[in-house]
């Protein structure tokens, strides 16, 4: 199983990213997919998620109305939407799969994991 995240970068404030995650070794179609980030010095945090019974999108209050998660089942992959990006959101980005289509907001929910793609957010 293989999940590997990308299109992070450097982007000024208020502009725009769309980060992605291709899945390989599973069917995402059966896996609530979910984005997770990591800022220096300080835990793992839940950012959205995409269940894949329900169909439900949930999404950090952080992020509510700025970020959109996605996916394309054809291609067994998410996305990541980043629209109004401040410096706050500047972290790794990780991508993960996890088989609770009701539990879904800690790490611990997820089985698999990307490696993680930079966004760094320059005011």
């Known amino acids: 199983v293989q999940l590997q995240a990308y299109g992070g970068g450097l982007v000024q404030v208020g502009e725009s990213l769309r980060l992605s995650c291709e899945v390989s070794?599973?069917?995402?179609?059966?896996?609530?997919m979910g984005w997770f980030r990591q800022a220096p010095g300080k835990e793992r945090e839940f950012v959205a998620t995409?269940?894949?019974?329900?169909?439900?999108?949930y999404y950090a209050d952080s992020v509510k109305g700025r970020f959109i998660i996605s996916r394309d089942n054809a291609k067994n992959a998410v996305y990541l939407q980043i629209d109004g990006a401040k410096p706050e959101d500047t972290a790794v980005y990780y991508c993960?799969?996890?088989?609770?289509?009701?539990?879904?907001?800690?790490?611990?929910?997820?089985?698999?994991w990307g490696q993680g793609t930079q966004v760094t957010v320059s005011s």
């Open positions: 995409n269940t894949y019974r329900r169909k439900k999108t």
């Open positions: 070794g599973l069917d995402s179609n059966i896996y609530t």
């Open positions: 993960a799969a996890g088989a609770r289509d009701t539990s879904f907001y800690s790490k611990n929910d997820y089985e698999y």
